[in-house]
């Protein structure tokens, strides 16, 4: 199941940088705190219903769009997935290899 926050932080970060517009710009256009645009970015804050047609208006955007699952955020997601599924055989294989040192070097 995907994240709807995760989801709304990726649409509005990609749209917004697809029109080359700033989060101080997107909040102007939103009526909002570029510091309130960055919060919902980071995944710390999730905006009202009304603020989220405000987002999607400063976007160009029905509301709807901004938890729409595209590609971009499929690939990413799977590259994240990657990313940790490697960190973790990494993690593992490198514990397993000091324990089969630590006993060679008790014999």
């Known amino acids: 199941m995907t994240d709807l926050r995760d989801l709304l ?3 509005m970060k990609e749209r917004r940088r697809s029109l080359k517009m700033t989060q101080y710009r997107l909040a102007e256009k939103a009526q909002t705190s570029a510091y309130y ?3 919902i970015e980071n ?3 999730y905006p009202s ?3 989220l ?4 208006a400063g976007l ?3 509301t709807p ?3 729409s699952v595209k590609s971009g955020y499929i690939t990413e997601t799977i590259k994240n997935y990657k990313k940790d599924v490697l960190k973790v055989i990494s993690e593992t294989t490198n514990s397993i290899l ?5 006993q060679l070097k008790k014999k």
């Open 9 to 11: 932080a990726h649409n």
């Open 37 to 39: 645009i960055t919060m």
């Open 43 to 45: 995944k710390k804050k």
């Open 49 to 51: 219903p009304e603020m």
């Open 53 to 56: 047609k405000r987002i999607a």
């Open 60 to 62: 160009d955007l029905d």
């Open 65 to 67: 769009e901004l938890f």
């Open 98 to 102: 000091e324990r089969k040192l630590e």
